[in-house]
């Protein structure tokens, strides 16, 4: 990958700001690529149309018919290539790789010189959430996430800062630097959103079924240099925090303080600290 995935800054901004952020369109002399969002976090990175609307609409169709999924209520997940274990926030080496299937394969984003090591496909029914979090710094590099289905915000945090970000049908995001380091996102679990109008003010949007895929590459030995205590696992680790109280702990800090804050009992879905998009 051609860009700095480090953060720019370990600092905190001074500002709290909360504001609803709907990406831009690509420059059009170059619709197929993907461009950094001029906003709050550094590091976002944003493809408005990846596919086409009747792509998406075969890979739903094969989603809902094709696939089986675990039968249970809420948001659930089906994994290719290795498995992320929501426990460790890792991959499970007890479980084998499984092959990328047929459909799988156009989706992978091609700017990366290599296939992903994992990927996730997620279903979210309606209200669905996942607490705010950060992916694992040490076992993974770069994130990317391409929702499909209906559209949901987003939201990113630093301290007192809220940014969301509306995820719209058909995006690639790609998380790097502060982004993917220094803000948590996660997705509050309701069944609307609030978003900008058309001619200014507000409106109410209905959430629908939402599946999203999210990307992970396996960092090259294994170890972040971000130096974010309170979010790195290698920075804890190299400060002689234990194992069981490196960034699991502040994961699971951040969903209790999203469950107080209106988040409702999103950690009690599957994998509770969150990780994923």
């Known amino acids: 990958m051609d860009l700095d995935t480090q953060p720019t800054s370990s600092t905190q901004p001074t500002t709290p700001q909360t504001q609803t952020q709907t990406p831009p369109q690509p420059p059009p002399a170059n619709p197929n690529t993907m461009h950094e969002l001029p906003i709050q976090p550094r590091g976002l990175l944003w493809q408005t149309n990846f596919i086409t609307a009747a792509h998406e609409a075969e890979l739903l169709h094969i989603f809902r018919h094709d ?75 770069q994130l990317y996430a391409l929702s499909l289905g209906s559209p949901v915000l987003m939201e ?24 993917r380091l220094l803000w948590t996102h996660g997705i509050k679990k309701r069944k609307t959103d609030v978003v900008p109008a058309e001619g200014g003010g507000t409106s109410v949007r209905v959430r629908g079924e939402r599946w999203s895929l999210t990307y992970r590459w396996l960092r090259e030995g294994g170890e972040c240099e971000c130096g974010d205590l309170r979010l790195c696992d290698t920075a804890q680790r190299r400060a002689g925090v234990e194992k069981e109280k490196r960034s699991v702990v502040a994961l699971r800090e951040a969903a209790e303080a999203a469950a107080g804050s209106g988040g409702g009992d999103e950690g009690k879905e599957e994998g509770g600290g969150g990780g994923e998009c």
């Not at 290795?82 to 091609?110: C, S, V």
């Not at 607490?131 to 076992?139: E, F, L």
């Not at 301290?159 to 630097?177: A, N, Q």
Request: with cysteine.
């Open 156 to 179: 990113f945090r630093r301290g007192e800062d809220r940014v969301e970000v509306d995820c719209e049908p058909r995006s690639l995001m790609c998380m790097t630097g502060d982004a």
């Open 67 to 141: 696939l089986a999924w675990p039968a249970r209520p809420g948001r659930i997940s089906l994994h290719y290539g290795y498995t992320f274990d929501y426990k460790t926030f890792n991959i499970d080496p007890a479980i084998p790789y499984r092959p990328f299937p047929a459909w799988l394969t156009p989706l992978l984003p091609a700017r990366e010189p290599r296939r992903p090591d994992q990927v996730c496909l997620q279903y979210y029914p309606p209200g669905a959430g996942i607490p705010p979090h950060v992916d694992a710094h040490g076992p993974y590099d």
